[in-house]
Structures are given as structure tokens and as C-alpha cells.
């Protein structure tokens, strides 16, 4: 059974850095794109970042670009979003996302998804 789990939520104040997890288990992951995205109260999923099969290739939605980054780590199935500079408008639900295909994905046509992870930002 494939499974997405995230992990490395929480409650920081402005300014600071978390990292998440998210840990893929139930088959081998290293030719797989994933992708991040967050959902706010009251508001539309939306991307944050994405990164393909060997970690060459990474986008970022405009608002995160040049605070988060993407990585992965194939021997672990695991893939890591490094947030800094943390803003009140950060405050969200992260989701992981894995797709069957090599190739960066902005849009949310995966086929895995975790169940996410709180993060929340205090002013």
C-alpha cells in the first residue's frame, strides 16, 4: 500500500524555519516527481514547490521562491521542504505529493497524496 506521510509541522513565530518530511513507503519512489502544496483556512489548495525524479529540476510558486526549498533524498523516499523567513500568510496545511512520472508538476494532477501537516505561523 503507497503511503505519504508528513511530519516536521508546527507552530514557529515570523521569522523562523521548519522543515517537513515526507516520508513515501509501499514502492520505490526514485523515478517519481513530487510536489508540495498548502491549503489555508478558508482558501483553495495551492502549489508551493515541485522537484523531479533526480532532484535536477525545481519550481516554486512566486510567493515561497528564494525562502523554501525542495530536496530529496532516494535512498530514503523521502522529500524535505527547508522553510525560512516564515510569514503569518504561510500558515497552512502542507501536503506532500507524488506523481507516475519523471517530470516537475505545478498543477495537482498527482496520484499520491499524504494526509498533511499543520504548519502556523504567529505574528
Known amino acids: 500500500q503507497v503511503q505519504l506521510v508528513e511530519s516536521g509541522g508546527g507552530l514557529v513565530q515570523a521569522g523562523g524555519s521548519l522543515r517537513l518530511s515526507c516520508a513515501a513507503s509501499?514502492?520505490?519512489?526514485?523515478?517519481?516527481?513530487f510536489g508540495w502544496f498548502r491549503q489555508a483556512p478558508g482558501k483553495e489548495r495551492e502549489f508551493v514547490a515541485t522537484?523531479?525524479?533526480?532532484?535536477?529540476?525545481?519550481s516554486y510558486a512566486d510567493s515561497v521562491k528564494g525562502r523554501f526549498t525542495i530536496s530529496r533524498d532516494n535512498d530514503k523516499n523521502t522529500v524535505y521542504l527547508q522553510m525560512k523567513s516564515l510569514k503569518p500568510e504561510d500558515t497552512a496545511v502542507y501536503y506532500c505529493?507524488?506523481?507516475?512520472?519523471?517530470?516537475?508538476?505545478?498543477?495537482?494532477?498527482?496520484?499520491?497524496w499524504g494526509q498533511g501537516t499543520q504548519v502556523t505561523v504567529s505574528s
Open positions: 505529493a507524488a506523481r507516475d512520472n519523471r517530470r516537475i508538476l505545478t498543477g495537482n494532477d498527482y496520484e499520491y
Open positions: 522537484i523531479n525524479w533526480s532532484g535536477g529540476t525545481r
Open positions: 509501499g514502492r520505490t519512489f526514485s523515478t517519481s516527481a
